[in-house]
């Protein structure tokens, strides 16, 4: 099993994911604020799915990490990187992700988050072509403004159709680039 590093913030921490996230975890895909952006509601089944596949996942070097406010330790969601499982347009390639409970939503968390996982990132990972991705249904504005506070710039030719979800109406998706060398984390 592969060691986690632990990424502390002014407000947050990265970590190991444990346990008992599993059902806080579940909470927060089964609100349908948060899978606004997604096909439904993600199942408890599929959630905890997700998680183990996050814990997999560190063994290539980097993933998700599981992220708590430091001042009450509780479990908001999770902010890490990872390589997209299906056959990407733009792949191969080093995605950037998060996925916040609603709560934690407007605090500027995911920005906070992310950015110490770019600067961590420039040491640790060497992505096909020295760039990360970042992806987000064309609607998911949002996202697409965290994405934007990190130096990622919006690659229009890059838009695609999400090969796995043919028939969702949300199935376009924005392409957003960033030159790990140029990132200012």
Known sequence: MHTVPVIETERLKLREWHEEDREPFAELNGD?????????????????????????????????????VRATRDFIGFIG?????????????????????FDA???????????AVLAWAKDNVQPPGGELVSITTVRNVRSRRVMEKLGFVHDEKGDF?????????????????????????
């Not at 939503?105 to 950015?115: D, H, N, S």
């Open 81 to 101: 990187l990872s390589v997209p499982t299906w056959e990407a347009p733009f792949g191969p390639a080093i995605e950037i992700g998060w996925r916040l409970c």
């Open 161 to 185: 159709d999400h090969p796995t979800l043919p028939d969702w109406d949300q199935r376009r998706h924005v392409l957003y680039r960033l030159d790990l060398s140029n990132a200012e984390a």
């Open 32 to 68: 349908p604020r948060v899978t606004e952006h997604f096909p439904g509601l993600i199942t408890r089944e599929d959630s905890d799915a997700f998680v183990d596949r996050a814990i997999a996942g560190w063994e290539r070097g980097f993933g998700f990490w599981a992220v708590e």
């Open 105 to 115: 939503w407007g605090r500027g968390y995911a920005t906070e988050g992310a950015l």
